[in-house]
């Protein structure tokens, strides 16, 4: 038996995860999970007025998309995983790996701008990039994926990613962050 394949398409609003995060699904044959869906409806009335989540809002959110992951062979989820505590807590799934798609401000904006129906809107956008950690070089089960491209040539380099990425197993580690931990 293989072990499991999850991979969390992750950045900041904008980024195209839920794009790139279907196509990736479906041209691998994995479930696709919206990582928004796991929110509490708190936290969605939350973001819509314009206020950035807190970590003691996230922690159900991550609680929810970590056991999500868990119960899944293979599974592509989207998750901002904005920091590092975030993406460790996320690990914990177990055999979990990243696709960071990074962008520009700028055009981070304009994407969010021409978005309908939403609830993460223009104003929220800055405070992305305030609580981004970018991914550090000892993440080694992260790939940086320019996603300033069309969507294909995004996808591409996804699946040129996974077959080189590594899934770490479970974190094993209890982690550093106060709070954090105890979702999985």
């Given at each position: 038996?293989?072990?499991?394949?999850?991979?969390?398409?992750?950045?900041?609003?904008?980024?195209?995860?839920?794009?790139?995060?279907?196509?990736?699904?479906?041209?691998?044959?994995?479930?696709?999970?919206?990582?928004?869906?796991?929110?509490?409806?708190?936290?969605?009335?939350?973001?819509?007025?314009?206020?950035?989540?807190?970590?003691?809002?996230?922690?159900?959110?991550?609680?929810?998309?970590?056991?999500?992951?868990?119960?899944?062979?293979?599974?592509?989820?989207?998750?901002?995983?904005?920091?590092?505590?975030?993406?460790?807590?996320?690990?914990?799934?177990?055999?979990?790996?990243?696709?960071?798609?990074?962008?520009?401000?700028?055009?981070?904006?304009?994407?969010?701008?021409?978005?309908?129906?939403?609830?993460m809107g223009?104003?929220?956008?800055?405070?992305?990039?305030?609580?981004?950690?970018?991914?550090?070089?000892d993440e080694?089960?992260?790939?940086?994926?320019?996603?300033?491209?069309?969507?294909?040539?995004?996808?591409?380099?996804?699946?040129?990613?996974?077959?080189?990425?590594?899934?770490?197993?479970?974190?094993?580690?209890?982690?550093?962050?106060?709070?954090?931990?105890?979702?999985c």
């Amino acid at each position: 038996m293989t072990s499991p394949r999850r991979v969390v398409v992750m950045g900041v609003a904008g980024s195209g995860k839920s794009t790139v995060a279907r196509v990736v699904a479906q041209r691998h044959g994995y479930r696709f999970l919206e990582g928004d869906d796991f929110h509490p409806a708190a936290n969605v009335a939350k973001m819509a007025a314009g206020q950035p989540l807190t970590d003691d809002d996230r922690r159900p959110w991550l609680a929810a998309l970590c056991q999500a992951m868990r119960a899944e062979q293979d599974v592509v989820v989207t998750c901002s995983a904005l920091k590092r505590r975030y993406r460790d807590e996320l690990r914990r799934a177990e055999y979990v790996c990243f696709l960071y798609l990074v962008i520009s401000p700028q055009t981070a904006l304009r994407r969010v701008a021409a978005r309908h129906g939403h609830f993460m809107g223009r104003s929220m956008v800055a405070s992305q990039f305030e609580a981004l950690e970018v991914p550090g070089p000892d993440e080694t089960d992260v790939a940086a994926i320019d996603a300033e491209q069309d969507v294909s040539s995004v996808a591409n380099d996804a699946d040129r990613a996974l077959e080189t990425l590594q899934p770490l197993p479970r974190l094993n580690r209890p982690t550093a962050h106060e709070g954090f931990g105890d979702c999985c």
